[in-house]
């Protein structure tokens, strides 16, 4: 015995052989380890797409199909601008899905918006003028809830009839531009402001210099084209019902109660949406049409350069006119 080897001795092979049951060990759980990581990465992935598809929004215009005689309506909500809910795409695109659904007897907006574009405004007052003309069987009502002030009162004005609570705030018939001016508050700073420009009017409305009287001259008369705009686009919606006449604070910007908007004719009668459904077009079953963003298509909106932009609104660095 003494003459054997060290690695036949019998220590060492019960040693040699716990080693190598430890090692066997170590790769079968390293077996299992990189199959669980596989399963679960196939589980994630499989979870993330099935969340994906039912977070996919329908497509744009297509089409409900609902058996029974309804209302179709729209929900005009929030602030009227491209990248908001109450964009004209999405608006328009819901206008289009309800006057296109066959059971669909009439269309009522449900408005609850302080204004926000002229331009989006103005294109759905467009496309509902457009949609009446192609659809004259339908009829389009205007049901005001809490706030149909401005540009949403601008699209009310292209329905049939408008109908509001009597504590619903209406009106707002007029444009502004609003922003500030930071000139002396950066030169008792020491800051200076550095603009090159190539075209003598391209720095308009900055900020940080004082508005000339020449640019104020230019920037009123394009607001008042736009309320012009505004004030015949109401006219034509509601012609003889409007009393204008006696009334010419009506175009002035002020806004008042349904009650009041009623006695000036900026309103057919006090009634909720559901109250028009029931009472005006005879039918109680109401249908959604509105068009939605999908809850990814809000997160990236949200997150994305969205942010940056409303950060620059409420700075007042947005110069865009706005109907509200």
Do not use: C
Not at 234 to 244: E, H, I, P, S, T
């Amino acid at each position: 015995m003494e003459n054997q080897p060290p690695s036949s001795r019998p220590g060492n092979e019960r040693e040699w052989k716990l080693i190598e049951k430890l090692l066997g060990q170590a790769q079968d759980e390293h077996r299992k380890s990189r199959r669980w990581g596989i399963f679960f990465k196939i589980l994630t992935f499989v979870y993330l797409f099935v969340l994906l598809f039912i977070m996919l929004p329908g497509k744009a215009g297509e089409t409900m199909k609902v058996t029974e005689e309804h209302v179709g309506f729209v929900t005009v909500s929030g602030v009227i601008a491209p990248d908001q809910d109450a964009s004209a795409d999405m608006i328009v695109s819901g206008l289009t899905r309800a006057f296109e659904a066959e059971n669909s007897k009439a269309i009522v907006l449900k408005i609850n918006s302080p204004g926000g574009s002229p331009v989006q405004s103005n294109q759905v007052y467009n496309a509902i003028k457009r949609l009446r003309a192609e659809y004259p069987e339908k009829k389009v009502y205007a049901a005001i809830t809490d706030l149909g002030a401005s540009g949403a009162y601008y699209i009310a004005s292209a329905a049939d009839e408008i109908y509001a609570d009597p504590a619903s705030i209406v009106g707002s018939i007029g444009v502004i531009m609003a922003g500030f001016g930071f000139e002396e508050a950066a030169e008792k700073l020491g800051v200076e402001r550095r603009v090159l420009t190539a075209g003598e009017n391209k720095a308009v409305m900055d900020p940080f210099s004082p508005i000339s009287p020449e640019d104020r001259k230019h920037m009123q008369v394009m607001l008042d084209e736009i309320h012009q705009q505004f004030i015949t686009a109401v006219k034509n919606g509601r012609g003889d019902r409007l009393k204008a006449d006696t009334h010419p604070e009506i175009f002035s910007g002020l806004f008042w109660t349904g009650e009041k908007a009623m006695e000036l004719g900026l309103v057919d009668g006090l009634k909720s949406p559901g109250n028009v459904a029931r009472d005006i077009v005879g039918l109680e079953e109401m249908v959604n049409y509105s068009v939605s963003r999908s809850p990814f298509e809000e997160f990236v909106r949200r997150f994305g350069v969205s942010i940056g932009e409303g950060v620059a609104n409420k700075l007042g660095l947005s110069a865009a006119p706005a109907i509200r």
